[in-house]
């Protein structure tokens, strides 16, 4: 993957761009550090509501003018918080760039906040998180994020929480607002670009001082190792048992993040993964089951998740906790290590085929503060990792899981009766 050109804009924000030949298109993300991690105390949920109202007016542009002014030109734009950063992306034809890419600057610097569009945005954001109450992945999710971050920066949706979303004042958007930025900033365009992209952005930045982005080590979340295990019950009237079983993992910028998104491919990553081929082809016990662990500043979530009958409940938990605790004392095969490595690299190709996709990883690296030649260097060190580096890094931080479960009673007394039996105890 080629670097970016880096320069610093007047107010000093990052400005980084990749030309990518093909179609004349370009893709931008504006990515700035402030995610729900950073929703104010007893506001949970205000970051995600300002990134939905940030596409809803700025500047003299009024909602419906800002949505016919990007949909006219079949240009796609959004806004979106996640627990580390919130993030505006366009996604236009180069010919337009010159109209909309200062748009990216103007929302962060004068959105309208119309009080209508934050009632509509309010609402919306009230009703995904009510639709998530009636889902049991999603309830399971949130019972095990709460066991692993109980009430930090990551123990919550981005989304927020209800009562705490509906009661966000205005006031409280308008004072974020004036601190986008602050905590570390970076504007990535990719494409076919055209014409003097920095001057352009220059002359649009209304005056907004900005931060440039840092490393993440700063941040006031630790990775806790010693809480847990815990186990988290979630009644509901379905067929079905979902378990979630996870713990806290080191950030992307640690050196042991590496060796455990190298078991993540092992254990999850398509057909040929360990969880798919033992616990749905060889025993029958998945509907759905793989790993997820997201890429964060500070501290990472590891989850492994599994939807089985309710009949089977016990029987599925149980060899959930089997293939867990394999994990902490079986090192990979040497054919396991090597296809770990092969979807490792593969995983990398195909995140990085369009314009978005390559914007927004490299907004990631630098938001996060890391080396614009992380990714190399990741990859060539993953092809240098043993199977015994790969179960000492698993020794370290996978000994203490946590468990939520969602489904029926009977479903659960059994699978939590598995769970307290279980060998995996002489781990914690």
Same mark, same amino acid.
């Given at each position: 993957?080629?670097?970016?050109?880096?320069?610093?804009?007047?107010?000093?924000?990052?400005? *980084?761009?990749?030309?990518?030949?093909? %179609?004349?298109?370009?893709?931008? $993300?504006?990515?700035?550090?402030?995610?729900?991690?950073?929703?104010?105390?007893?506001?949970?949920?205000?970051?995600?509501?300002?990134?939905?109202?940030?596409?809803?007016?700025?500047?003299?542009?009024?909602?419906?003018?800002?949505?016919?002014?990007?949909?006219?030109?079949?240009?796609?734009? $959004?806004?979106?918080?996640?627990?580390?950063?919130?993030?505006?992306?366009?996604?236009?034809?180069?010919?337009?760039? *010159?109209?909309?890419?200062?748009?990216?600057?103007?929302?962060?610097?004068?959105?309208?906040?119309?009080?209508?569009?934050?009632?509509?945005?309010?609402?919306?954001?009230?009703?995904?998180?009510?639709?998530?109450?009636?889902?049991?992945?999603?309830?399971?999710?949130?019972?095990?994020?709460?066991?692993?971050?109980?009430?930090?920066?990551?123990?919550?949706?981005?989304?927020?929480?209800?009562?705490?979303?509906?009661?966000?004042?205005?006031?409280?958007?308008?004072?974020?607002?004036?601190?986008?930025?602050? $905590?570390?900033?970076?504007?990535?365009?990719?494409?076919?670009?055209?014409?003097?992209?920095?001057?352009?952005?220059?002359?649009?930045?209304?005056?907004?001082?900005?931060?440039?982005? =840092?490393?993440?080590?700063?941040?006031?979340?630790?990775?806790?190792?010693?809480?847990?295990?815990?186990?988290?019950?979630?009644?509901?009237?379905?067929?079905?048992?979902?378990?979630?079983?996870?713990?806290?993992? %080191? %950030?992307?910028?640690? %050196?042991?993040?590496?060796?455990?998104?190298?078991?993540?491919?092992?254990?999850?990553?398509?057909?040929?993964? =360990?969880?798919?081929?033992?616990? =749905?082809?060889?025993?029958?016990?998945?509907?759905?089951?793989?790993?997820?662990?997201?890429? $964060?500043?500070?501290?990472?979530?590891?989850?492994?998740?599994?939807?089985?009958?309710?009949?089977?409940?016990?029987?599925?938990?149980?060899?959930?906790?089997?293939?867990?605790?394999?994990?902490?004392?079986?090192?990979?095969?040497?054919?396991?290590?090597?296809?770990?490595?092969?979807?490792?690299?593969?995983?990398?190709?195909?995140?990085?085929?369009?314009?978005?996709?390559?914007?927004?990883?490299?907004?990631?690296?630098?938001?996060?503060?890391?080396?614009?030649?992380?990714?190399?260097?990741?990859?060539?060190?993953?092809?240098?990792?043993?199977?015994?580096?790969?179960?000492?890094?698993?020794?370290?931080?996978?000994?203490?899981?946590?468990?939520?479960?969602?489904?029926?009673?009977?479903?659960?007394?059994?699978?939590?009766?598995?769970?307290?039996?279980?060998?995996?105890?002489?781990?914690?």
């Amino acid at each position: 993957m080629s670097s970016p050109r880096l320069i610093t804009l007047p107010g000093g924000l990052t400005l *980084a761009t990749l030309e990518r030949g093909g %179609p004349p298109i370009l893709a931008a $993300r504006l990515w700035m550090a402030h995610g729900s991690g950073l929703d104010p105390t007893g506001a949970r949920g205000a970051h995600q509501l300002l990134a939905g109202v940030l596409t809803r007016g700025c500047g003299q542009l009024s909602a419906e003018s800002l949505a016919d002014l990007v949909e006219g030109r079949g240009a796609a734009l $959004r806004a979106e918080a996640s627990e580390d950063n919130l993030l505006i992306s366009l996604k236009c034809a180069t010919e337009d760039g *010159a109209t909309l890419l200062p748009l990216l600057l103007q929302m962060a610097s004068s959105p309208r906040l119309e009080p209508d569009q934050i009632e509509l945005e309010r609402q919306l954001n009230v009703q995904s998180l009510q639709r998530q109450r009636e889902d049991p992945f999603q309830l399971c999710h949130e019972a095990l994020r709460s066991q692993v971050y109980s009430d930090g920066p990551y123990g919550h949706d981005p989304l927020g929480v209800i009562d705490e979303l509906e009661a966000i004042p205005l006031s409280q958007l308008q004072s974020l607002v004036g601190t986008l930025g602050q $905590r570390g900033a970076v504007l990535v365009v990719s494409g076919h670009l055209d014409g003097d992209l920095d001057q352009l952005l220059a002359s649009t930045l209304n005056q907004l001082p900005w931060t440039p982005a =840092r490393p993440g080590h700063d941040l006031p979340l630790a990775v806790d190792t010693t809480s847990g295990p815990s186990l988290e019950l979630l009644e509901q009237d379905t067929e079905q048992l979902v378990l979630m079983l996870g713990c806290a993992t %080191p %950030p992307l910028a640690h %050196p042991d993040s590496l060796p455990l998104r190298l078991l993540q491919a092992h254990l999850g990553l398509g057909m040929s993964s =360990r969880l798919f081929l033992v616990m =749905r082809e060889e025993r029958g016990l998945a509907y759905d089951v793989g790993v997820h662990m997201p890429a $964060r500043r500070a501290s990472t979530p590891t989850i492994w998740h599994l939807s089985s009958s309710a009949e089977r409940a016990g029987e599925a938990c149980t060899a959930l906790l089997d293939e867990w605790q394999r994990v902490l004392e079986v090192p990979l095969s040497a054919a396991e290590l090597h296809l770990a490595q092969a979807k490792y690299l593969g995983q990398d190709a195909m995140g990085r085929q369009t314009c978005g996709q390559i914007a927004e990883r490299h907004a990631l690296l630098l938001g996060f503060g890391l080396p614009a030649d992380f990714i190399e260097t990741s990859l060539q060190r993953a092809a240098q990792l043993s199977a015994e580096e790969v179960l000492a890094v698993a020794q370290r931080w996978l000994v203490r899981p946590h468990l939520s479960l969602c489904g029926s009673a009977p479903a659960l007394e059994a699978a939590a009766t598995a769970w307290r039996k279980h060998g995996l105890n002489a781990h914690l």
